[in-house]
């Protein structure tokens, strides 16, 4: 398999001009069927040890070899070709690149009730979550946002874990987050929740977000418990709040002008294996929380369980404004009762 490029080569190439992003391209001629070889960036924010990258380089091994090595998939981690909201503006543009992104980034180029999936306790659990992800109601979605911004999603069931609160302190009620600098990224979705329970949502990029935590420019911030460790926000800050406030729709998406110019079989491969990449890394993670848990307290983490059912009426009012019935009709395509 071709090998991924990372490190010195990604950032060469980013110096050079990658934030032009060709993205797609033809790549060592034909192949031995005589087809043009096809070759796509993939870039996420995630490190080069974390499970999403090692779940996109099974996605890739399979894309490739599905694909006779007609389509190669090329990962670059660590935001070595900018950030979640680079590569999606990118995408936006035409750009033939695929991004890691999330469903409020993907609501705010133009389909609004996308960012439901990222409010608070709306989901009860992970699976609910997959079977919204298979549901007719979110292709809908997915179809208005090609409509709409001209961006496709290839996958966006890459749930990392319901998300907790690292801080100074704990916040096991939803009074205690009251006047708290808390990381979030550039997203409404993020400041809605927050400003519900009166903390300050404080944006700072996700590679950033250690130094921050370091020199106190935020007192806390929020993140599935396993990237705590990829991360290492735990060596800045050792309160661990389990608020579970939110499971993230995470996935990747591809600019809907590069898609078309893929092949059937192209297309195929692309949504298909990133949607399995998605199952097999929730998995991971789910596996891996207990574990993460035992580590953290290893290292001087005290963890706290909040108050989860004032935390959710604390937060209530994320979902004033969309249509009505809409709620319901989004937790009953998840199969809730």
Known sequence: MKMKKTG??????????????????????????????VTIRVSHVESSTSVTHEALEAVAERVEERTDGTLILEIYPDGQLGTTTDTLQQSASGETVIGYT?????????????????????FENTDQAQVFHESDLF?????ELVEKAGVRILALNYFL??????????YPNPED?????????????????????????????????????????????????????????YETVKNLTMTHHMQLFLGFAIGEAGFQKLSKEHQDALIEEFAQGGIDSTK??????EETKRFLEEN??????????????????????????????????????
Do not use: H
């Open 8 to 37: 010195l080569l990604a950032t060469a190439v980013l110096t050079a001009g990658a934030l032009v992003l060709s993205g797609c391209s033809a790549s060592g001629g034909d192949n031995a069927s005589g087809e043009e070889t």
């Open 284 to 289: 991971v993670n789910a596996d891996k929380e």
């Open 177 to 233: 987050m009251a006047g708290v600098k808390l990381r979030t990224p550039p997203i409404e979705a993020w400041t809605r929740t927050f400003e519900a329970v009166d903390a300050v949502p404080t944006t700072v990029e996700y590679t950033e977000a250690y130094s921050a935590l370091q020199q106190g420019v935020v007192d806390a911030a929020e993140s599935d418990i396993n990237s705590l460790i990829d991360q290492k926000w």
């Open 139 to 143: 292709a809908e979605l997915g179809d």
């Open 102 to 122: 999330d469903s409020a980034s993907l609501a705010a180029l133009g389909v609004k009730n996308l960012d439901i999936l990222s409010g608070p306790f709306l």
């Open 300 to 337: 001087g983490v005290t963890i706290t369980e909040a108050d989860l059912a004032a935390y959710r009426d604390a937060t209530a009012s994320f979902y004033d404004g969309y249509p009505e019935g809409f709620l319901a009709d989004v937790r009953a395509a998840a199969g809730m009762k």
């Open 161 to 170: 874990g319901t998300r907790n609160v690292l801080g100074k302190d704990a």
